[in-house]
Structure formats: C-alpha cells, structure tokens
C-alpha cells in the first residue's frame, strides 16, 4: 500500500513523534511511505526521518509581517496537499494537524483520507479584539469544515474525542477512531545508564509533570501544588518529597525558552529548595528520570 503523510513542521515535538513513528513502523512492514512537510532540519529532528523519504514544500512564508501564523500554516499545507494531490501517488493520504488540506485533497485526489486531530485548533488561541474575532471566525469554520472531509477521523484520546464533539456541532454524530500515540519502547532498551545523582537517595516520594513547556500546558500548576504540599507536611517528612519538571523543549521555541525561565523563578519566588525540584529538557535527561523511576520502583 501507498501511504503518504502530511505533517506541517517535522520537528521534535510529540504530534511529530507519532508521525515518525507511524511512518517507520508501516514502512517496515513493506508499505511504501512518503512523508510530505512545510519545515524540516535533519539537525532538529528525529533520527528516524533519516530513513523515511521527506519532501519539503515551502512555497509559502510562515508569518505575513510577523502576524496571521495560522492562515500561513493553512495556506502552506493546503500548497503542500496540491504538490501531493498531482505529484504523489498514495492509496491512503494521513493529514495531521491542519486539517484545510483536506479540502485540496478531496477535490484532487481519489486517494483515502485519514485527519489526525491532536485538539481542535480553535480551542488554542485568544480573541481579544474585534478583528481577531472576525480572523479566527473565518479560520475556524474552515478548521471545523475540512475536518469532516476526512473519510477517518482520529484523535488521541477519549477526552479529545469528546472535546471535538462539543467544538464541532457538524461532527457529533461522525464515528472519532481513538488512537492513541505510540511509545518507542527501543529508545529506551537502547538507552545508556545515566547518573541519579540530581534526585537525592533519601528521596521516597517523587512527583512528575512531563509537558511541553508551553504556557498552555499549565505546568507551573505542579510547582504550585508541591509548594502547597510543604504546608501539610512536617519539614522531615517533605524532605524526602521531591519534584521533576520534564518534557519537550525546543532550542528554536521562543515559547519555549521563555517560559522555562518563568517556571524556574517560580520556583524560587515559592521559596521551594532547587535540590528538591529538578527540571529536564532532553531525551537523554528523560531517559535518566525513568532510569530513577526504576531503580527507586526496586528498592520499595
């Protein structure tokens, strides 16, 4: 079978690693797999793209005069869906994320189409001023439109099935295939031991939050909580408690950066110890947490 996928930016992020993963996992089951994206450097990627074949589209700039990212983003996959539309055969198309590709793909192509929705994009942005509203009011009826061209919808959750429901009136009585985002279990059969020295061994109690460290993800709540938690325990007892802050963090991410800065002064505005609360921001820092985990699971 001939299945190409269309991804708007093949970075490092998790909506990428079910891509990448999905794509290795049926080219190595004999299919042919193409991979169609608007952003791709091998050096801000995944290693497992080295062996896919990837075709960048960029035909279109990201930002009009530092505005309007979302009407670029369509425009740059729907750009990418003709490219794909007339230049690539595929029996199954998978779209993810944006879904006004589509459109393009049901009037050219004859191909199956499958819509990967991560969480209704509407959902993700603010509407402070009137032309803002009238912006997105036009970008959310084609996000909500296009999405019910697909001939399979699916999303990574039952919670985000049910949150399209709600979000899209059009869609409350199409079928919502739930699948759920693979874990890449020979990352971490291939993963090197890696130093536990950053979490005391005194530690009994570990509390983790692994997010994006995007402002949407709300992760200062944790810090919040932990904080919170001093004021139940005695001192002895919180001493063995201890916090780890990890997940995706992109160099190239504005967002990215800023808000871990604000994350660790929220830690110091709190007045919480840094040698109780450890923050991680890469695979190898992630494989050492779950190395912790272990080794702490077997000493209980």
């Known amino acids: ?8 930016d093949l970075g490092i992020g998790g909506a990428e690693r ?20 608007n952003q791709y450097d091998p050096s801000h ?22 505005y309007m990212w979302a009407l670029c983003a369509y425009v740059r996959m729907c750009l990418a869906a003709i490219y794909v539309a007339s230049c690539v055969e595929s029996d199954v198309i998978i779209c993810d994320q944006v879904s006004a590709a589509l459109l393009v793909l049901k009037l050219f192509s004859k ?12 959902l993700l942005t603010t509407r402070k001023s009137l032309i803002k509203s009238i912006y997105r009011h036009f970008l959310d009826s084609i996000e909500e439109f296009s ?10 959750s039952l919670f985000t099935a049910s ?3 709600e979000t899209f009136k ?21 993963s090197e031991d890696c130093a536990i020295e950053e979490i005391p061994l005194s530690t009994e109690h570990v509390f983790t939050s692994l997010n994006r460290f995007e402002v949407k993800k709300n992760v200062k709540l944790a810090i919040e909580a932990f904080a919170a938690l001093r004021s139940m325990l ?8 201890h916090l780890v802050v990890a997940g995706g963090y992109d160099r190239l991410n504005s967002e990215n950066i800023t808000h871990f800065k604000e994350l660790v002064q929220c830690v110091e505005d709190l007045g919480l110890d840094n040698s109780q609360v450890t923050f991680l921001r890469s695979p190898c820092e992630l494989s050492f947490l779950l190395d912790f985990l272990g080794w702490h699971l077997l000493q209980r």
């Open 147 to 156: 999405t019910g061209q697909a001939d399979v919808i699916c999303v990574n």
């Open 18 to 37: 079910l891509v990448v993963d999905a794509a290795v996992a049926l080219q190595r089951k004999g299919h042919t797999v193409k991979v169609i994206t």
């Open 1 to 8: 079978m001939r299945v190409t996928f269309l991804h708007p």
């Open 163 to 165: 949150v399209v429901k």
């Open 111 to 122: 191909s199956r189409l499958v819509f990967y929705c991560h969480f209704p994009d509407m």
């Open 45 to 66: 990627a995944f290693k497992e793209t080295q062996d896919l074949e990837i075709t960048v589209i960029q035909w279109f700039p990201r930002l009009i005069f530092g």
């Open 234 to 241: 005695s001192a002895h007892e919180f001493s063995s408690c």
């Open 170 to 190: 059009s869609l409350q009585h199409r079928e919502l295939k739930v699948l759920y985002p693979t874990l890449n279990t020979q990352f971490f059969d291939d």
